[in-house]
Nanobody
Framework: VQLQASGGGLVQAGGSLRLSCAAS????????VGWFRQAPGKEREFVAA????????NHNGSVKGRFTISRDNAKNTVYLQMNSLKPEDTAVYYC????????????????????WGQGTQVTVSS
């Protein structure tokens, strides 16, 4: 499956952005999807993940209450709504998909994911 991330940009602290991850495959509902981010000089960090049906989600503690992951399987798209953005949220954001079954904390780990999008830059100015 091919993933296309979009929606990044430059925003002031306290602002909002909505990222989209569009999939090329009609069977997108067969994949759990995660959002990860990587800032310069830092390791890739888990942001949020959503199960195949959208019934289960998991958010990193640093974004909980500010970011919300959701999906629309009819549109083959997963979203990341980001509110109350902070300068430390500045990073390249990647979406990724996995065909792994079940749901649990393992869905926060990059090696579980089979397919990755190209990334979209989010820059938050202070």
């Amino acid at each position: 499956v091919q993933l296309q991330a979009s929606g990044g940009g430059l925003v002031q602290a306290g602002g909002s952005l909505r990222l989209s991850c569009a999939a090329s495959q009609r069977t997108f509902s067969s994949y759990a999807v995660g959002w990860f981010r990587q800032a310069p000089g830092k390791e890739r960090e888990f942001v949020a993940a959503i199960s195949r049906s959208g019934g289960s989600t998991n958010h990193n503690g640093s974004v909980k209450g500010r970011f919300t992951i959701s999906r629309d399987n009819a549109k083959n798209t997963v979203y990341l709504q980001m509110n109350s953005l902070k300068p430390e949220d500045t990073a390249v954001y990647y979406c990724a998909a996995t065909s792994a079954l079940g749901w649990g904390t393992e869905f926060s780990r990059p090696p579980l994911y089979d397919y990755w999008g190209q990334g979209t830059q989010v820059t938050v100015s202070s």
